[in-house]
């Protein structure tokens, strides 16, 4: 084995030799987990799971876009336990991760709409938190899990996509391609840090992630369709509707980033791709809510500019390669698109009939 050589006074260069001292508890053992982003719509299932697995769970969120009602029922939980503050606080991350064993990092600013009206929003939460994240945790020497996207893919045409393929982005007068890049930033930032300080990072490439607690009020497709059926109001298909999307359930999802992390090196320093493979266009999707929930709404096509912005650039499709997650840990999905449709339809019934 070779011998670590300390580079900055905390960090030795060796990646092999100090991802074998992170301090990464044996499986097995009940874990303090921090999440930040924990109130988000995936942060809430995320924590859910890893109570149920008997491990303690702190959240940090700034409910920006997640909410306490996604995860007021986890509140009775003496395991679990909750910071309402931005992650871009240094101080705070700090104190957090000192008290954690594993980091998730989910915060960020998702979805389409917040990106394409708040583009410094986008980038400077993106970038500054997993830097004020990467910091803390490589101070203290805690692996951390960095929560990216599919987006980052941009307008690739290597289908499906794998994790070793080119990114396609567009110019930097489209809005878009900023929260593509951030999310690529984030990527760059954990490998480095991974690479050069040897701190124990994974990365996931989130593909649609669909299930109960999303909201459509960022522009996600599925629960906008859902809550446009159930209103009577008509479902708006942007473009012609042909563009391909892949949807995976969100327990699906949690149970890929449970698993990964308990890969420990095996998935230090990589990349993964986490979604589903059924794919189906927008359209469909549209008329395949509208059936399920017995809808009078009418499907509608609106033009792209109307819908997001002018010159605003769609992927017109988008789909994973997943061999490299499930030869690493055996992941496929489990939940069929008809499931997860059935499941948010549900969800929102409840949730109408509560309020
Ligand atoms: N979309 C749509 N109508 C809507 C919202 C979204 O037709 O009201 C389309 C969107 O243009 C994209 C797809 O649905 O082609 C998925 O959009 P979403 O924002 O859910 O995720 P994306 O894959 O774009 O990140």
């Known amino acids: 084995m070779r011998k670590a050589v300390v ?52 959240i940090l969120d700034d409910l920006s876009t997640g909410s306490i009602d996604n995860v007021w029922h986890l ?38 709409d917040l990106i394409v009206q708040s583009p410094v929003r986008t980038i400077e939460t993106n970038v500054h938190c997993t830097e004020v994240v990467l910091a803390q945790a ?10 990216s996207t599919s987006e980052v893919y941009g307008k690739s045409t290597a289908f ?37 300080r040897g701190l124990p990072v994974v990365v996931a490439r989130l593909f649609n992630t669909v299930g109960p607690r999303q909201t459509g009020r ?21 473009g012609d509707g042909t563009q391909t999307r892949c949807f995976c359930h969100v327990e699906d ?9 308990l890969l420990e090196r095996a998935a230090y320093g990589e990349v993964f791709n986490v979604g589903s493979q059924e794919e189906i266009s927008i359209l ?15 499907i509608v096509l609106v033009p792209y500019e109307e819908g997001y912005e002018e010159g605003f650039e769609d992927m017109p499709r988008r789909c994973p390669d997943i061999g490299k997650i499930h030869a690493a840990a055996g992941w496929v999905p489990r939940r069929s698109l008809d499931g997860i449709l059935a499941d948010v339809v549900s969800w929102q019934r409840a949730e109408a009939a509560v309020v």
Do not use: N
């Not at 960022?218 to 298909?237: C, E, H, I, N, S």
């Not at 999802?253 to 992390?261: G, K, P, S, T, Y």
């Open 218 to 238: 960022y522009g996600m497709v599925v629960p906008k369709f859902v809550t446009q059926a159930l209103a009577g109001r008509p479902l708006t298909v942007f």
């Open 7 to 58: 580079c900055d006074g905390t960090q030795p260069t060796d990646a092999t030799v100090r991802a074998s001292e992170a301090r990464t508890p044996g499986k097995g053992q009940a874990l303090r987990f921090l999440i930040t982003g924990g109130a988000g719509f995936i942060g809430s299932h995320l924590a859910e799971d890893l109570l149920a697995r008997g491990h303690r769970v702190h």
């Open 75 to 112: 509140s009775i939980e003496s395991r679990f336990s909750s910071t309402i503050e931005t992650c871009a606080s240094a101080s705070v991350v700090a104190e957090l991760v000192d008290e954690a064993d594993i980091v998730y990092h989910l915060a960020a600013a998702v979805g389409v």
């Open 160 to 196: 499906p996509f794998r994790e070793d393929g080119d990114l396609v982005m567009g110019p930097t007068t489209t809005g878009r391609w900023s929260y593509a890049c951030s999310k690529a930033i984030d990527e760059y930032l954990g490998l480095a840090y991974w690479k050069e």
């Open 138 to 147: 490589s101070k203290q020497r805690k692996p951390v899990f960095i929560a």
């Open 253 to 261: 999802v949690v149970r890929a980033l449970v698993e990964l992390m």
């Open 284 to 298: 469909a999707l549209a008329e395949r809510v509208w059936r399920l929930t017995d809808s009078d709404s009418e």
